[in-house]
């Protein structure tokens, strides 16, 4: 079955209303209910537990707790790299920005500034940059962390589609990343600009920052743009960013010059917090 027939069924179900039933539902405290679906969950995908900071799967009150569990300290060492991989995961795509165009599966591509929302001026910073697209299944780790230093500049909130962000909707759906509902975060480094963007999906309840707390819902269908210009928000590398209530993907933007990805990063490579991804070339 080819890519696109197989994602035919995402354009004809009511994805809003399932993805809102589904955070209503994961944020419900049921007592045995909620632990036995945190069970059945563990144990069809895989979750190690063994690295929680509270291996205990009785005691989260409900499923979002669970979902966004933290992990014991040292679990995750942060390597002594430029930038280091922001999330668990597995490697969607990465690699240069040709001109303003980010490369998502063979055949498809999008704009800078249709990933950050229709912002021309903030796109062309990143005119002939890097980018990473990586993608957390149901079993990662969901919190996000800084790939670097950086103060935090702006949040937008950008409106959009809840497709499925799995591999095969990424080759199925043109535009996949730029379409979905997605949160940009815009930080100011040493080496100039970066962008975080949180990209959102079928059943993903929400997305929060840990400056912001959870940014959707509600969700108005327009653009919301926070600004944080007059304030010191400094994440350092490795701190913690944000998170998602249920699974999606983060994509990541660098500026000209390209940088220079781990040698053994590849599509599909699954990947682990504060593992080595990139240093910064010469300017």
Same mark, same amino acid.
Request: hydrophobic content about 40%; some cysteine.
């Given at each position: 079955m080819s890519d696109r027939l197989a994602v035919l069924p995402q354009y004809l179900i009511p994805k809003q209303a399932l993805t809102s039933f589904a955070g209503w539902v994961a944020g419900?405290?049921?007592?045995?209910?909620?632990t036995w679906i945190i069970r059945r969950f563990v144990d069809k995908y895989g979750v190690d537990m063994?690295?929680?900071l509270d291996s205990d799967i009785a005691s989260y009150p409900s499923f979002n707790e669970f979902f966004t569990r933290a992990l014991k300290p040292?679990?995750?060492p942060i390597a002594d790299a430029d930038l280091v991989a922001p999330?668990?995961?597995a490697i969607s795509q990465f690699g240069p920005i040709e001109g303003d165009q980010i490369f998502q599966a063979k055949g498809h591509s999008y704009?800078?500034?249709a990933l950050v929302g229709g912002d021309a001026t903030l796109a062309e910073r990143f005119k002939h940059g890097s980018f990473a697209t990586l993608y957390l299944s149901p079993r990662d780790y969901h919190r996000i962390?800084? /790939?670097c230093d950086g103060r935090l500049l702006r949040m937008t909130y950008v409106p959009g589609d809840l497709f499925s962000v799995n591999p095969t909707t990424a080759r199925g759906v043109p535009g996949l990343f730029a379409r979905n509902e997605r949160v940009v975060c815009v930080f100011e480094t040493a080496r100039g600009p970066f962008v975080l963007v949180l990209v959102g999906a079928t059943i993903v309840g929400s997305m929060a920052t840990v400056w912001h707390g959870v940014v959707n819902p509600p969700r108005h269908g327009e653009i919301r743009e926070w600004r944080y210009d007059d304030q010191q928000i400094v994440l350092k590398k490795g701190d913690e960013m944000g998170r998602f209530l249920l699974g999606s993907t983060v994509v990541l933007l660098f500026p000209s010059p390209a940088v220079n990805f781990n /040698?053994?990063?590849?599509p599909a490579r699954p990947i682990r917090l504060g593992e080595p991804m990139a240093n910064c070339a010469a300017a």
């Amino acid at each position: 079955m080819s890519d696109r027939l197989a994602v035919l069924p995402q354009y004809l179900i009511p994805k809003q209303a399932l993805t809102s039933f589904a955070g209503w539902v994961a944020g419900k405290e049921r007592g045995a209910v909620t632990t036995w679906i945190i069970r059945r969950f563990v144990d069809k995908y895989g979750v190690d537990m063994s690295e929680a900071l509270d291996s205990d799967i009785a005691s989260y009150p409900s499923f979002n707790e669970f979902f966004t569990r933290a992990l014991k300290p040292g679990a995750r060492p942060i390597a002594d790299a430029d930038l280091v991989a922001p999330v668990d995961g597995a490697i969607s795509q990465f690699g240069p920005i040709e001109g303003d165009q980010i490369f998502q599966a063979k055949g498809h591509s999008y704009s800078t500034t249709a990933l950050v929302g229709g912002d021309a001026t903030l796109a062309e910073r990143f005119k002939h940059g890097s980018f990473a697209t990586l993608y957390l299944s149901p079993r990662d780790y969901h919190r996000i962390h800084m /790939p670097c230093d950086g103060r935090l500049l702006r949040m937008t909130y950008v409106p959009g589609d809840l497709f499925s962000v799995n591999p095969t909707t990424a080759r199925g759906v043109p535009g996949l990343f730029a379409r979905n509902e997605r949160v940009v975060c815009v930080f100011e480094t040493a080496r100039g600009p970066f962008v975080l963007v949180l990209v959102g999906a079928t059943i993903v309840g929400s997305m929060a920052t840990v400056w912001h707390g959870v940014v959707n819902p509600p969700r108005h269908g327009e653009i919301r743009e926070w600004r944080y210009d007059d304030q010191q928000i400094v994440l350092k590398k490795g701190d913690e960013m944000g998170r998602f209530l249920l699974g999606s993907t983060v994509v990541l933007l660098f500026p000209s010059p390209a940088v220079n990805f781990n /040698p053994d990063w590849a599509p599909a490579r699954p990947i682990r917090l504060g593992e080595p991804m990139a240093n910064c070339a010469a300017a």
